[in-house]
């Protein structure tokens, strides 16, 4: 029997799941990002290649976080900041849980008011997003709460961290509607360093497909120390650093990647530890020991940013967060990929013009963040949604319709949600809740749907 339906169905929101209310979904036809690669030529030379070759003329090979940094978030050049990129949905380059369907964010609002429930105190609460999208998600958990009596006149404002202009307009235009209706403030942030710690609120926060496009940097343990994996051209003599090594920790759940060189850009190891590669080995314990030859992708990004996490909740008035993510409990050697047009191509194609991420090693979120809140999991998104009652929503929804199309659509979409095969086992999903949340200072052991409670005999 679901749990949370039966442990919580007295407080409302499990007879909301029951409800028909549907939002026009997207009858698109999903392809995960990591379906096949590519041999498409590299063309010529990108904005940002000719700035990566500037670059390494005048201080030689960059790391992969700089890399990273030009190819996504260039203010000009930069794939997230060209309004020509589609980005999203089946014209784009990849397309999201939230895009599939409208369940995935009802059943985060559903996780997310739960916590806010279950605090003695019922402050006012604001809702933070880190990396809206189109605000299709943003949107559905809207929509949840002002459906849910409990939670109505209590949303204060939303709070959006992005840096695209293009991307903000876009957000504006999907979540105008319910600010009105709602009466409540949306503003914009660059960091999420900027959003102000306010005392007498509580913050729900959710980070979706966020810290995989975060900047990191490639290191690799020799006798020497951790040295850097750079990048350089591959046809420029004057580079005289050595290959990395070919050992790697190439694990079942690792994404397919090219390892050619490209027709331009090569991987190369700095002959010394860099300041960088020096600092991000200590980053975890979980590092100390590995053995000569390991490489691992280490994000100070990510820390920084699951650091602002944890200040945003830790506070008086308390909060909550749930990350989801590719990823794993673990460090990976070699996951970075790019995507384009729906398909895996080389790390080094047409930089600027390609969506690059990587695996999330959620054990150094963790870790980032631990002194401050308590953190849940991660587990699959497959579970978190059957325990969350998608089987539920799915049944309601599809009562909701006569069109054999659209009933099969709603089918369809939370399928794909929960899949073993495909995003169901690839997402993960991290809680996260304030020390406080259980009352009187008091650390909260379990959240569901993060812990599995077991029928007694």
Not at 84 to 90: I, K, M, P, S
């Given at each position: 029997m679901l749990k949370f339906a039966t442990r919580h169905g007295s407080n409302g929101l499990f007879s909301w799941l029951r409800q028909p209310s549907c939002r026009h979904g997207l009858n698109a036809r999903t392809v995960l990002r990591a379906r096949m690669m590519s041999g498409e030529s590299f063309g010529t030379l990108t904005d940002v290649e000719k700035i990566m070759l500037d670059s390494v003329k005048a201080t030689g090979p960059i790391s992969f976080s700089t890399f990273m940094q030009l190819s996504l978030g260039h203010p000009t050049h930069g794939y997230y900041m060209k309004p020509?990129?589609?980005?999203?949905?089946?014209q784009g380059d990849f397309i999201t849980s939230p895009e599939i369907s409208q369940m995935f964010g009802e059943l985060v609002a559903l996780w997310m008011i739960k916590q806010w429930m279950d605090t003695i105190v019922k402050v006012p609460f604001r809702v933070v997003e880190l990396g809206p999208g189109r605000g299709t998600l943003m949107d559905?958990?809207?929509?949840?709460?002002q459906q849910l009596p409990a939670a109505r006149g209590k949303l204060k404002s939303i709070h959006l961290v992005e840096s695209s202009a293009t991307m903000r307009a876009l957000q504006e235009g999907k979540l105008r509607k319910a600010s009105e209706?709602?009466?409540f403030e949306i503003m914009w942030h660059d960091a999420i360093e900027e959003i102000e710690h306010e005392e007498g609120i509580f913050t729900m926060l959710v980070a979706h497909e966020f810290f995989d496009v975060l900047p990191v940097n490639v290191i690799e343990r020799t006798e020497q120390g951790w040295n850097e994996v750079l990048i350089a051209p591959s046809s420029d003599p004057s580079i005289k650093y050595t290959m990395p090594s070919s050992k790697s920790d190439q694990k079942s759940d690792s994404p397919p990647h090219l390892h050619h060189a490209s027709s331009r850009w090569t991987?190369?190891?700095s002959p010394t530890p860099t300041a960088s590669s020096t600092l991000l080995g200590l980053a975890s314990p979980r590092f100390f020991s590995l053995p000569v030859g390991t490489r691992i992708e280490v994000s100070r990004a990510s820390m920084n940013q699951a650091r602002g996490i944890g200040k945003l909740i830790n506070t008086k008035g308390g909060g909550c967060a749930l990350v989801v993510d590719y990823g794993a409990d673990r460090a990976f050697s070699d996951s970075l990929r790019a995507f384009k047009q729906h398909k895996i191509v080389d790390i080094f194609c047409s930089p600027g013009e390609c969506d690059i991420t990587m695996n999330v090693d959620f054990a150094l979120l963790k870790e980032s963040m631990a002194?401050?809140?308590?953190?849940?999991g991660p587990i699959s998104q497959r579970d978190f949604l059957t325990r969350m009652g998608i089987d539920i929503r799915t049944a309601a929804l599809v009562r909701s319709t006569s069109s054999p199309e659209r009933k099969k659509a709603i089918e369809d979409g939370a399928n794909r949600l929960i899949d073993p095969l495909g995003m169901g086992e690839q997402y993960k999903v991290l809680g996260v809740a304030a020390k406080s949340m259980g009352g009187g200072g008091q650390d909260v052991a379990e959240v569901w749907p993060f812990t599995v409670i077991h029928d007694s005999a």
């Open positions: 020509e990129h589609a980005v999203f949905g089946t559905d958990i809207l929509r949840v709460l209706e709602g009466n991987r190369v190891l002194d401050l809140v308590s953190t849940y």
